[in-house]
Structure formats: structure tokens, C-alpha cells
């Protein structure tokens, strides 16, 4: 399994900036797919996921209205569309895919499978 994460960049306040994770070895449909994101010196936090069945996907309360998560299932690929950025968004991001029966959606407990980050820069 392999999740190639891309698109991160540095960005002014208030740009917008899309993620993409492309997966390989499993089919995105068949798991939950997340975004976490990580800031020097802080904990990995959820940024946001799929939900089950094609639902609105789920985001933390300071990214709702301006980050957006999609898939492609034809080219098994995520996204997040990231808008109205703010320096507090600057982290590396990750994408994650786990089982949707592993627990909660916001848990990295709950990911199996982990990309390998891409930088999100954003300058006040």
C-alpha cells in the first residue's frame, strides 16, 4: 500500500492551496480516508475524512466552510481543497486510510496505512 501525498507549497494568508493523496494497493472507496495535519512541536491533528457510505465528509471545527475533501474513486485519489488560508494552517499534512470499523474518524489509531507528508507554508 502506498499513499503519495502532493500539492502542499507556500502560500500568502488568504491563498488557496489543493492536496491531492493517490493511493495504491487498496481501493479508496473500501476505507475511510483522512487528511491529518502536524505543526513543529504539536500533536498530529485531524484536519478532516470520508464518511460512511459517500456522506459529507467530516472536518475539525476551524477548517469547516474553508477546506473541502473529495475523491476521484476513477483515479483513487483524494483531495483537499484548501481556501482562505491562515498562518495557523502551516503544518505538513498527511494523508491516512484505515478501516471505517477501526474507530473514530479523528484518531490516528484508527489509520492503517500513513503518506509520507507534503509542507503547507502559509505567510501572514
Known amino acids: 500500500v502506498q499513499l503519495q501525498a502532493s500539492g502542499g507549497g507556500l502560500v500568502q494568508a488568504g491563498g488557496s492551496l489543493r492536496l491531492s493523496c493517490a493511493a495504491s494497493g487498496l481501493t479508496i472507496e473500501n476505507y475511510r480516508m483522512a487528511w491529518f495535519r502536524q505543526a513543529p512541536g504539536k500533536e498530529r491533528e485531524f484536519v478532516a475524512s470520508t464518511a460512511w457510505s459517500g456522506g459529507s465528509p467530516n472536518y475539525r471545527d476551524s477548517v469547516k466552510y474553508r477546506f473541502t475533501m473529495s475523491r476521484d474513486l476513477a483515479k483513487n485519489t483524494v483531495y483537499l481543497q484548501m481556501n482562505s488560508l491562515r498562518s495557523d494552517d502551516t503544518a505538513v499534512y498527511y494523508c491516512?486510510?484505515?478501516?471505517?470499523?477501526?474507530?473514530?474518524?479523528?484518531?490516528?489509531?484508527?489509520?492503517?496505512?500513513w503518506g509520507q507528508g507534503t509542507q503547507v507554508t502559509v505567510s501572514s
Open positions: 491516512a486510510a484505515g478501516r471505517y470499523s477501526n474507530g473514530g474518524f479523528a484518531f490516528t489509531r484508527s489509520y492503517n496505512y
